[in-house]
């Protein structure tokens, strides 16, 4: 708990100090995910594209009596798009990094990177927040990992401690164990 | 490779409960006495009830297949949904982690 | 044995009562065993269990074979698990247990099977089906994917995504 509220004050001093007064935008931007030459060599792909009218009508089908689904719920609640490309990978290397880049060409200035990780062996995440003012209207992920690219773009409002909590409320427990790396999870690979 | 093959012995099919499907056809001739008791006259309601169906299956047909379309779509986004916001949070929670330990 | 298996199903459509018994008895364990290991409680799996059975005697005439018959129950049962998920919330699994079951990492340890079925009651619901079907009941990922109802790439993930969270919480025994 305590490494969550330092997380997210964390990223607030962050989100705080990097925004600037831009003319109001109620929508953040959909970014171009599909590269068909990563695609082709991943051994497993997972292709999530839920434009506004996807996502209205998938919270019709979330239950309300069900945790996780209330959660989901509420979190893609003025949503207008949740778009996700994970690529797994055979061999380590196999796929181009300077996929990341080729994303990240694509933000505009409104876009703050609010967490970068780095790692030499294991996994680097950046986080980019689409930033109108103090309003945070979307949101990037980038996750590279040796055999594992994974990139994930929230259009709309994005309740960071919102999404930041759901792992533990989809039923993940927060593992937090003494002697463990900088990165935690990244100790263990599959 | 060890954790596989342990949930194949976790998972492994146990034996379901003694008595298990005499219990079952309990219940079976149980709802069919039932059945028995609260419709005297079955299959006259039955004859009736497929032929009023069938009248509303013609009318409604049509309607009913977009209303099934939209509902396997509406599942269908629900669990990408689901895929979308576990893997979401989960890179979130790297970062967290990494940042937590700074 | 094909032929002698299709014949009972006839029979059983047809309402023969011992048919449809030697039909129970023959999947029995496949369906509480699903049930079992989603819910980890014997009493509402074996409720489960039951209703599937009867779901299949109003529904024997549409079953076409004996694979038809594995496949349907496999799916029922899978649908039943996830709709009773919805319904109320498992046993949470302390991280202190968590902590017991890296140390007590032993292949033939009974306890361990205990705590790693405890382990995948953490589990999201999805993922804890798609584990349950691949480790019980041997299936591929496109299999799984048709019992589930579910693209074989989200399975795929619904594995890989599983184990890692068992792996880190079991301290990567493997």
Redesign the interface.
Known sequence: MNATRYFLSFLLTIIASAAFPLAAQAQGTRINLDFPDIAAKAS????VTLDGAMLRLAGKFL?S?????RAAKEMINGLSGIYVR?Y?FDHAGEYDKAIAERIRTQLGASWKKIVKVTSKTKEDVDIYADMHGDAITGLLIISAEPKEFTVVNIVGPVDLEKLAGLEGQ????H?S?EGRGKHG?D??H? | ?????????????????DG??D???A??GE?RSRRASRWPAASTLRRIAAALLLTAALGGLTAHQIAEHRREEG?LAR?EV??AL??AS?KMRVAQRAVAHD | MFATRDHALHRAAEGD?ES??AL??EH??????IA??FLHD?GRA?EI??EV??QL?RKLTDIESPAHLTFWLRRVTSNRCIDE???G?WRI?T?DE??DVARDAD?TDPL??KK??QM?Q?????QRLA??M???EGLEASEIGEVM??PI??V??HL??G????????G???
């Open positions: 497993e792909t997972v292709d239950s009596n069900d945790a996780d689904e994970s797994e989809f039923g993940i427990p593992i164990r999870k100790e263990h599959d | 490779m060890k954790l596989e093959k342990q949930l194949q012995r976790t998972l492994a099919r146990t034996s379901a409960p298990f499907a219990r079952v056809l219940r079976l709802a599942e669990r689901m895929t576990h893997i989960a | 009562h449809f018994a129970i008895h029995q364990d496949m369906v509480f065993s079992w290991h014997r074996e269990a039951q059975f009867l005697y998920s919805r319904r919330r699994v991280l968590a902590s292949a361990l099977n790693v079925g995948l953490r589990l999201p619901a999805q584990l349950t691949r480790y019980q109802g579910i790439n989200t795929k993930s890989r995504r184990l890692a969270a068992l792996r880190e919480w079991l990567a025994t493997s």
